[in-house]
């Protein structure tokens, strides 16, 4: 029997995504995407924040590593990424600049894994067949990589300029006063307009057929918005109820950024399945 005359349309095309999600082994691939994600995660933010601080050093003398290092990691809860944020510091701290090269490599090749898992879960989740060669699918994922770390890059020397050029602008005007308020703002601006970008970007560009900005608006912003609960929720669990250190010991902290990952994994293929649901919405739920 079913349910759509009961249920507003809004309401049912989410009920068809979840069921969508469910029939074509959502969780599978959520868990594929975040091993692959988890193994470019760590070399690849090395690698992004080293260059930044390496770009950011010509400009200024002073870099506060603690403002890059939040761009990334500034959407996720602090018990999951303050393990990992604290050997990002450690590593930095003895790295040299095979960080920015060998690390760099490696890092864009699982990260490109991890990106082409996600176009697989989008390709699905519209209901396209993607004839695209090899070659060209890998290079479209290398390429998103290698944007990202240059748009967290670009993020992060604005971030470092801007106020700046705020304060020697001041200086011309001193009646103004300029507070230091604004930058903490503008930092929380950037982490969270970032990961919108990144979602728009997945939409956009890796389907084998192009969209318009509204046939993936709903996607992204059901993406976004779960990702924001999911993560003020799993910050309440880590704290409240899980004890990840008394299981995995001296693996708490990798364990519980994989499994953060596989839950924001498995928000975006839901996004990608409701984008699918209002593009074809008379498709089986079954690829």
């Not at 691939?29 to 950011?56: C, D, K, N, R, Y």
Request: aromatic letters at 12%; proline letters at 5%.
């Amino acid at each position: 029997m079913s349910i759509r005359p009961y249920v507003k349309p809004g309401a049912y095309a989410l009920y068809l995504a979840a069921k969508r999600f469910n029939d074509k082994n959502g969780w599978v691939l959520s868990s594929h995407i975040a091993m692959s994600l988890m193994l470019a995660l760590f070399p690849f933010i090395l690698f992004t924040v080293a260059l930044t601080g390496a770009v950011a050093g010509s400009l200024s003398d002073r870099i506060d590593l603690k403002n890059l290092v939040e761009l990334v990691f500034g959407s996720w809860p602090e018990s999951v990424s303050d393990p990992i944020v604290r050997e990002v510091y450690s590593v930095l701290a003895t790295s040299s600049t095979g960080v920015v090269t060998l690390g760099g490599v490696i890092a864009i090749y699982f990260a490109s894994n991890g990106v082409d898992a996600i176009r697989l879960a989008i390709v699905q989740a519209y209901h396209e067949r993607d004839t695209r060669p090899f070659w060209k699918t890998r290079g479209l994922c290398i390429g998103l990589v290698i944007l990202g770390g240059a748009g967290i890059m670009a993020a992060a020397v604005f971030e470092l300029i801007l106020p700046l050029y705020a304060r020697h602008l001041a200086s011309f005007f001193p009646q103004v006063p300029l507070t230091r308020d604004w930058e903490s703002g503008l930092n929380g601006i950037l982490v969270a307009v970032i990961p919108l970008i990144a979602v728009f970007a997945f939409h956009m560009v890796l389907p084998a057929k192009r969209h318009r900005f509204t046939q993936v608006l709903p996607g992204v912003l059901l993406t976004v918005i779960l990702w924001w609960a999911a993560g003020l929720a799993f910050a309440i669990y880590i704290s409240s109820f899980a004890a990840y250190s008394t299981t995995y010991a001296g693996l708490a902290g990798a364990m519980a950024a994989l499994i953060f990952l596989y839950l924001n994994s498995a928000i975006l293929i839901l996004g990608a399945e409701l984008n699918g649901v209002l593009l074809h919405p008379t498709s089986r739920s079954k690829p």
